[in-house]
């Protein structure tokens, strides 16, 4: 029976797990938007919305648990004085899961898991402005 047992295996030891989800949350926070399969962002919303709660907290004990997974240091002063503020008002729900079909190599299920409130892109020239209507657009 399957009382009480909570979160996804996916086929790792618990060591290598633990490492998979803080990498993925210290990318998510990085780039407040992230691809990866659907079990894997199922189970990293649940961390991330753990440490958006802890930095809308702001104390230092809160920063002092929060690094004890999010080991990058700018992103956690951007966890802290960005993403903390951002949410503040908001009393959860901090990620969002959208599904974006299958991987090609082995169609394994992936999706796009993104910060609710995400700023506007910082990067110029991205995909969707390379392609040739938006090279029309610039040219006349």
Do not use: C, W
Request: aromatic share 4%.
């Amino acid at each position: 029976m399957k009382h009480r047992v909570v979160g996804r295996r996916l086929d790792r030891t618990t060591e290598h797990r633990t490492a998979m989800f803080r990498n993925l949350v210290t990318s998510l926070f990085r780039h407040e938007r992230i691809t990866t399969t659907t079990p894997k962002a199922k189970e990293i919303k649940r961390f991330a919305d753990k440490f958006i709660t802890l930095a809308k907290k702001g104390t230092p004990h809160a920063r002092r648990q929060a690094n004890r997974d999010v080991r990058d240091v700018e992103v956690l002063n951007k966890l802290f004085q960005t993403l903390g503020p951002r949410f503040k008002s908001r009393p959860g729900g901090y990620t969002r899961i959208v599904r974006v079909g299958r991987r090609a190599g082995d169609a394994a299920e992936m999706a796009m898991i993104e910060l609710v409130d995400r700023s506007a892109p910082t990067e110029t020239g991205t995909k969707a402005e390379k392609g040739p209507k938006a090279q029309e657009a610039t040219a006349g």
